[in-house]
C-alpha cells in the first residue's frame, strides 16, 4: 500500500517536477537514441517574456508626451503600458503591484514619472528598450494624491491627503525642505480642514505662482518666492480638476454638481462664470438642477477662433442608464460624444508643449475602460481616428487560443485581402497621432498567426509575425444559427443560457486552409476557404445522436472489435434537405415526455450570404437523447487529404465525411477497446479534456482529472462511489459558483487535496451507501464519471501491432490514458471519392499511460516529425480552369506500403508522463515521469533548431522540454503559477521558441523558449526614445519684452535646493534606487554592459550637443563678421556729412 505525505499533497501545485522526473528505457529494448542522432541540447533553451499585445487590463491613469508622441497607460495591477507608432509598444510592470494613480512624462527628455497608490514614485528610464526604474521615493506619513511636473523642470510638486505640497528633485530622486503646508495655504479662509489636494499646476505665464486645489472647494493661487497666498477663491461644491487659459489670467473649475466656474485671477472674491453644462435652465432665473460631477475639465485655445472646453462627465441625474459622454464644448455649439464603457481618463493632445502658447489642440485621447478612443478634433462631427493598435482581442471574453509560427507565406495576404473588406468606415482621414518611436531590427522573418475564439462565436486570425500583433480577418460563426428574438422566445433545448455559440476548441489547416470549429451547444461547423462570394440557399446540417455506454443498472459490455465501413443506424447519416422544422419528424419535445433527436441550436432556414473568406461546408449538430442534453465536445481534428472531421466526448467519438456529408462512425469509448484488451478497465474518474470550455462555459465540462478518484487515501480496493466523491463534487460546485472560469481540472486537484486533509489518515465510509438518483445532479456526476475522447491524431502509420503495411490512421487518446488506433480505408481519388463509402475499423489499444492523454504525433526513422497529410488550397467556388490547376500541383498520396521493422515512432503525452513507442511493434523504447505531484496543463510536439521536442506547461507553474525521442529533460523553468484558469484555458505552444497565453481578460503574453530567441530580443524589441528637438518657445514680442507681460521665470534651485530650503526630515520619505539606476545595475548580471551602453548614450548625446554647439557659434561668429563689415561700410557712407545732410 503506497503511504501518502501531507506536504507532498499541500505542495501539489507549486513543488518543482524535476526531482520526479524520470526517463528509462525499456529492459531489452535497443536504445535508439545510438541510432537517432538528437542535436537539441538544454544550451538551444532559455525562457524569457518578449512582448505583450492587447488593451491595458483595469486601466487607471494616462500620459502623452506631446514631442516625444509616445502614450503611457497605467493599470490598477501596477502595469504600465507605452504606446507609439503602430507596432511600437512595451510592457513594464512596478514590483509592488499597487494601482498607478497618476503618469507625468518628463517631455522630450526619454523619462517618466509614476505615481502608485502604495505612496510611492518612481523614475522610469525610457531611453532602452526595455523600460527600468532608475529612483523610487517611498512616502511614510503621508497619502500621495497628486502631482504636477512643470515643463522642462526637474522639480516635481506633490500634493498629500493631508493638505501638504512636497517637492522633489526628479534628477536625484531627494525631497527638498521647502514644503507647503496646508494650514499656512488656507490660513483663516475656512474654518476646516480643506481636504485632499486635488489640483497642483503653475501659472503658464508666472512659474513663481502655484495654484493648488483642495477637494473642499478651495483654490490658493501660492507665491513660491514669498512663500504666501496671493489670493483664495471659494466655491461651496467641491473641485474635481483646474485649467488654465494659457494668457494665465483666468481659470476654470470643474465641480460635483456638474458646474463649471471660470475665475479671473485677481477677482477672488466671485466666480466670473458659472455654467452646468448639461442643466436644465428655469424659466424663473434660479440655480439650474445639479448633475452629476464633472471629473475633469480642459481649456484649450486657438489662435484662428474659440478656444475649446473638452469635459467628462456632468450628465443631469434623469440620464439614468445613459452611457459615459465627453462633452466638447466650442464657441457655441456643445457636441455630446457617447462611449462604449466608462471614461478613465482623457487627455487633449496640443501643438505646443508650452503651457503659455495658444494650444492648438487637434485631437482628444479618451481611455476608458475596455477601450482607447481617439477624436479628431479639426474635422466636422468629431470623427474618430482608425486604432492601429491590437486592443480588441476582448471584444467578446477569448475562450480559445491557438498559436501557428512558420506558417505557409501566402496565408496571411490571403487572410488580409478578405478580412480588409469587412473594415468600417468614417474614420478621420489624419495619420494617427501617436506616432512615436521605431520599429526595431528584428532578422525574425517567418509568418506567424494567431487564432482567438470567442464567447460570441466570433474567431480572429491574427497576425502575430515579428513581434507585432494585427487582426486579419474575423469569421462569425453564429450566422449559420438563428437568433432568438427574446427571453420569452428562447428554445428550451439550450444547455448554454450565456453565449450559445461560444467557441470551444478547433482545428485548422494551414496548407489547406480548412477550419473546424466545436462550440458549446454541442456543434462542429466545418468552413472552406474561398475568395468568391457566394449565397447558400441551404446549409448542410448533419445530426448526430451520441448515447451513454450503459443506463441505470447496466454494467458495460466488454466491446467486441467493430469494422463498420457503413454510417452507423444510430445516427441520421444524410444532411437534411429543404427547411430544418422547428421540431423534427423523429424528435419529441413535448410537455409528457423527454426532449429527443433535437439539437441546441436551429440552423438557419433562409439563405445565408457568404461574404469572401471562410464559409460554412457542414454543420454538424449533436441531438438530445431521451431527456439528457449531448455532453461539450471534448476533442476535434479535421484532415483535408482524407476529407474527415473527427470529435470526441464523454459518451465516444463520431468520424464525418465532410466530402459526402455522412457520418461514417459513431462509437462508445468502451467499443474502441479490443475484445482481448488487457488495457480494459472499469470507467473511473476521467482526466481533464485538452480543450476545456469557453470563459462562461466551464460549467458544462464533461470530463475531470484525477486518475484515483474512488481510490481513498489508506486502502487500496477501488470503490465504485463514495462519500469522497459526493464531497468532491459539493467542492466543484462551489467553485462553480464563486468563479465560472475554475476548470474541474485543477478543482478536482484541490478537491483531493482537500479531502485527504480532511481525512488526516483516518478513513470515514459512513457515507459510503451512496444510491442512485434520477437528481440533475447524480446524473451529472455519473456523467463525469465517464472516459472521454481527449486527444486526436491523424496519421499514415501502422494500424495494428507488427502490421508491415502503412496505411492512413487516427490516433484517439481518452482522458484515463488509453490511446487506441483505428484504421481508415479511403476509395480512390476523383469522382470515386466522393461515391464510394470509407472504411473504418477500431484496432484496439496501442498504449496506456498515466493521467488523460494530451498530444500524440510520429516520427520517422530519423527522428524527424512525420506531419498529417493534407492537400494544398484550392477555390472550390473558382473557374474549372483555376480548380484544374490547383489539383494538378496536388502531391501525390502517401505510399500506401512500407517494408521494414520499427520504422517509426509513436510519441504519447498525458498529464503526468511521456513515453515513446517504436512502431508497428508497439514496444516501449522511452518513458519519462514529467510530474508526480502536479499534472501537466498543455504539452505540444514542436519544432526547435531544425529538430523536435515536447513542449509542457505543468499546473505547478513548470515549463519544460524534452528531447525527442529519448525524452532526455533539456529545460525546467518554473516560470509561471497557476493562478488562473484563464492561463491554462489559452496556453500553447508553437514552433521555433513561441508560445502565449492570455495574462488577462483583454491581454496575450508572448514567451519563447528559444536561447536564439532571447539573444536576439533587444535587436527585435522596438525603441520608444527617438531624438528630437524640443520646439522653440514662443515669441515674447518686443512690447512684452520690453514693458513686462511675457512668460516669468523662476531660478526654483534657488528656492528649492538645500542651501535655500535645508534638507527635509528623513522620516517623511525613503529614497530606494532602481535596478535602472548606476547603482542598481552594479548587482545586475549585465551591470558592465548596461554601463557600457549608458555610457555609449551618455557620449553619442554629448557629441550631438557638442555638434549644436559649434554649429551655433559658427553661425554667430558669421552673424558677428557680417555685423561689423555693415557697421562699417555705414561709418564710410556718412563719415563726412553734416547732420542736415544726412
Not at 306 to 335: E, I, N, Q, W
Not at 433 to 442: A, C, L, R, V
Not at 988 to 1017: H, K, V
Amino acid at each position: 500500500m503506497k503511504k501518502f505525505n501531507i506536504r507532498k499533497v499541500l505542495d501539489g501545485l507549486t513543488a518543482a517536477s524535476s526531482s520526479s522526473s524520470s526517463a528509462s528505457a525499456q529492459p531489452g529494448t535497443p536504445r535508439e537514441n545510438d541510432v537517432v542522432q538528437e542535436t537539441l541540447q538544454s544550451e538551444h533553451f532559455q525562457l524569457c517574456k518578449t512582448v505583450r499585445h492587447g488593451f491595458p487590463y483595469q486601466p487607471s491613469s494616462m500620459a502623452f508626451d506631446p514631442v516625444q508622441k509616445i502614450l503611457a497607460i497605467g493599470t490598477q495591477t501596477g502595469a504600465l503600458r507605452l504606446f507609439g507608432r503602430a507596432g511600437v509598444e512595451c510592457y513594464c510592470q512596478h514590483e509592488s503591484g499597487a494601482a498607478v494613480i497618476q503618469l507625468q512624462f518628463l517631455i522630450n527628455e526619454g523619462a517618466l514619472v509614476s505615481a502608485l497608490a502604495d505612496d510611492s514614485i518612481h523614475l522610469w528610464n525610457l531611453r532602452q528598450k526595455i523600460p527600468a526604474i532608475l529612483h523610487s521615493l517611498k512616502f511614510n506619513r503621508e497619502r500621495i494624491t497628486y502631482c504636477h511636473l512643470p515643463f522642462q523642470s526637474k522639480w516635481l510638486y506633490i500634493g498629500t491627503e493631508r493638505g501638504n505640497i512636497h517637492i522633489v528633485n526628479v534628477e536625484s530622486f531627494t525631497l527638498s525642505g521647502y514644503v507647503i503646508m496646508w494650514n499656512k495655504a488656507i490660513e483663516l479662509s475656512t474654518k476646516t480642514h480643506p481636504g485632499p489636494v486635488v489640483h497642483i499646476s503653475d501659472n503658464p505665464m508666472d512659474e513663481g505662482k502655484l495654484l493648488i486645489g483642495f477637494e473642499c472647494g478651495v483654490v490658493v493661487l501660492w507665491d513660491l518666492k514669498c512663500k504666501k497666498a496671493d489670493y483664495r477663491y471659494n466655491y461651496d461644491e467641491a473641485i474635481h480638476s483646474v485649467a488654465w487659459h494659457h494668457e494665465g489670467k483666468q481659470f476654470v473649475c470643474s465641480h460635483s454638481d456638474g458646474t463649471l466656474t471660470t475665475w479671473n485671477v485677481r477677482a477672488p472674491a466671485k466666480a466670473a462664470q458659472i455654467i452646468t453644462p448639461h442643466g436644465k435652465q428655469p424659466k424663473d432665473g434660479k440655480k439650474p438642477e445639479p448633475c452629476k460631477p464633472i471629473l475633469k475639465v480642459e481649456y484649450k485655445t486657438t489662435r484662428a477662433g474659440d478656444p475649446f472646453m473638452v469635459l467628462s462627465g456632468g450628465l443631469s441625474y434623469d440620464t439614468v442608464g445613459r452611457r459615459a459622454c465627453l462633452t466638447v464644448m466650442h464657441g457655441k455649439s456643445t457636441a455630446v460624444l457617447e462611449m462604449d464603457y466608462p471614461i478613465v481618463d482623457f487627455l487633449t493632445l496640443c501643438e505646443t508643449p508650452y503651457p503659455n502658447d495658444f494650444q492648438e489642440p487637434y485631437a482628444v485621447v479618451v481611455l476608458l475602460e475596455k477601450d482607447l478612443v481617439v477624436i479628431d478634433l479639426g474635422q466636422i462631427g468629431y470623427p474618430i481616428f482608425e486604432n492601429p493598435y491590437p486592443l480588441t482581442i476582448h471584444e467578446s471574453p477569448v475562450t480559445c487560443c491557438e498559436y501557428f509560427a512558420d506558417c505557409p507565406a501566402e496565408l496571411i495576404p490571403a487572410l488580409y485581402s478578405v478580412g480588409s473588406r469587412q473594415k468600417r468606415q468614417g474614420y478621420s482621414k489624419k495619420e494617427w497621432p501617436i506616432s512615436g518611436g521605431n520599429w526595431g531590427q528584428g532578422t525574425q522573418s517567418y509568418p506567424e498567426i494567431i487564432i482567438t475564439g470567442h464567447a460570441d462565436g466570433s474567431i480572429k486570425f491574427w497576425d502575430a509575425s515579428a513581434l507585432m500583433l494585427q487582426v486579419l480577418y474575423k469569421l462569425k460563426t453564429a450566422k449559420v444559427f438563428e437568433r432568438t428574438r427574446g427571453k420569452e422566445e428562447k428554445p428550451s433545448t439550450d444547455i448554454v443560457e450565456e453565449d450559445p455559440f461560444a467557441i470551444q476548441t478547433l482545428s485548422w489547416c494551414p496548407e489547406s486552409r480548412m477550419l473546424s470549429v466545436a462550440g458549446v451547444s454541442a456543434h462542429v461547423i466545418v468552413y472552406r476557404f474561398s475568395k468568391q462570394e457566394i449565397t447558400t440557399e441551404v446549409v448542410q446540417l448533419l445530426e448526430v445522436r451520441m448515447q451513454g455506454e450503459f443506463s441505470d443498472g447496466d454494467s458495460p459490455d466488454p466491446g467486441g472489435e467493430q469494422t463498420p465501413t457503413l454510417p452507423t443506424p444510430a445516427a441520421s447519416s444524410s444532411p437534411q434537405e429543404g427547411e430544418l422544422p422547428t421540431q423534427p419528424s423523429t424528435g419529441s419535445n413535448s410537455s409528457d415526455g423527454p426532449r429527443d433527436n433535437i439539437p441546441c441550436l436551429q440552423v438557419r432556414s433562409s439563405p445565408l450570404k457568404q461574404s469572401p473568406g471562410y464559409q460554412v461546408e457542414l454543420v454538424i449538430q449533436l441531438v438530445w437523447v431521451s431527456g439528457e442534453p449531448p455532453q461539450p465536445i471534448t476533442s476535434l481534428a479535421i484532415n483535408s487529404s482524407y476529407g474527415l472531421v473527427v470529435f470526441g466526448n464523454s459518451n465516444g467519438l463520431a468520424v464525418v465525411d465532410y466530402l459526402q456529408k455522412t457520418l461514417l462512425l459513431n462509437m462508445g469509448t468502451s467499443e474502441l477497446y479490443s475484445p482481448s484488451d488487457p488495457y480494459q478497465r472499469q470507467p473511473r474518474s476521467p482526466r481533464k479534456q485538452r480543450q476545456p470550455s469557453g470563459a462562461l462555459c466551464d460549467s458544462n465540462d464533461g470530463v475531470n482529472p484525477p486518475e484515483d478518484r474512488c481510490k481513498s487515501p489508506t486502502s487500496g480496493s477501488t470503490s465504485p462511489c463514495n462519500s469522497d466523491d459526493d464531497r468532491k463534487q459539493k467542492f466543484i460546485e462551489k467553485v462553480k459558483v464563486k468563479s465560472r472560469r475554475f476548470s474541474k481540472t485543477v478543482a478536482n486537484d484541490f478537491a483531493k487535496m482537500s479531502r485527504k486533509i480532511s481525512l488526516s489518515g483516518d478513513h470515514d465510509t459512513k457515507d459510503n451507501s451512496f444510491t442512485r438518483s434520477r437528481s440533475s445532479s447524480v446524473t451529472s456526476i455519473d456523467r463525469e464519471s465517464r472516459e472521454a475522447i481527449s486527444a486526436f491524431h491523424f496519421s499514415e502509420s501502422f494500424p495494428r501491432k507488427n502490421d508491415s503495411l502503412v496505411g492512413p490512421c487516427v490516433l484517439v487518446g481518452t482522458t484515463q490514458g488509453s490511446v487506441m488506433m483505428v484504421a481508415l480505408s479511403l476509395p480512390p481519388g476523383g469522382d470515386q471519392r466522393l461515391l464510394q463509402p470509407v472504411g473504418i475499423s477500431s484496432c484496439g489499444t496501442m498504449a496506456s499511460l498515466k493521467g488523460g492523454i494530451l498530444t500524440m504525433a510520429l516520427l520517422d526513422a530519423t527522428g524527424a516529425l512525420l506531419p498529417p497529410s493534407y492537400e494544398p488550397w484550392y477555390d472550390a467556388n473558382a473557374s474549372d480552369e483555376e480548380k484544374e490547376k490547383s489539383r494538378r500541383r496536388r502531391p501525390a498520396s502517401p505510399p500506401s506500403s512500407q517494408e521494414g521493422q520499427d520504422s517509426q515512432f509513436a510519441v504519447l503525452c498525458s498529464e503526468k508522463q511521456a513515453k515513446v513507442l517504436a512502431m508497428p511493434s508497439q514496444t516501449r523504447i522511452y518513458k519519462h515521469n514529467i510530474t508526480e505531484t502536479s499534472f501537466v496543463l498543455r504539452a505540444d510536439v514542436v519544432q526547435m533548431a531544425g529538430a523536435y521536442c515536447i513542449a509542457c506547461f505543468c499546473a505547478n507553474g513548470h515549463i519544460m522540454t524534452l528531447s525527442l525521442p529519448s525524452l532526455r529533460p533539456l529545460l525546467d523553468v518554473n516560470y509561471l503559477p497557476l493562478t488562473d484558469m484563464r492561463i491554462a484555458r489559452t496556453f500553447g505552444f508553437s514552433n521555433l521558441g513561441q508560445a502565449l497565453y492570455l495574462t488577462s481578460p483583454t491581454e496575450i503574453q508572448r514567451i519563447t523558449y528559444s536561447q536564439e530567441t532571447c539573444d536576439n530580443l533587444q535587436e527585435m524589441l522596438s525603441e520608444l526614445f527617438t531624438p528630437v528637438e524640443t520646439p522653440e518657445a514662443p515669441n515674447r514680442g518686443f512690447f512684452k519684452g520690453l514693458f513686462g507681460g511675457g512668460a516669468q521665470s523662476l531660478d526654483r534651485e534657488d528656492l528649492f535646493g538645500e542651501t535655500a530650503a535645508g534638507k527635509a526630515s528623513r522620516s517623511l520619505a525613503q529614497h530606494i534606487p532602481g535596478p535602472g539606476s548606476m547603482e542598481g545595475m552594479k548587482g545586475a548580471a549585465s551591470g558592465v554592459v548596461g554601463d557600457l551602453a549608458r555610457a555609449r548614450i551618455a557620449l553619442d548625446e554629448r557629441g550631438q550637443k557638442l555638434g549644436e554647439l559649434e554649429e551655433r557659434t559658427a553661425a554667430m561668429m558669421a552673424s558677428a563678421e557680417s555685423f561689423s563689415k555693415h557697421a562699417h561700410d555705414m561709418m564710410l557712407k556718412y563719415k563726412d556729412k553734416k547732420w542736415y545732410q544726412l
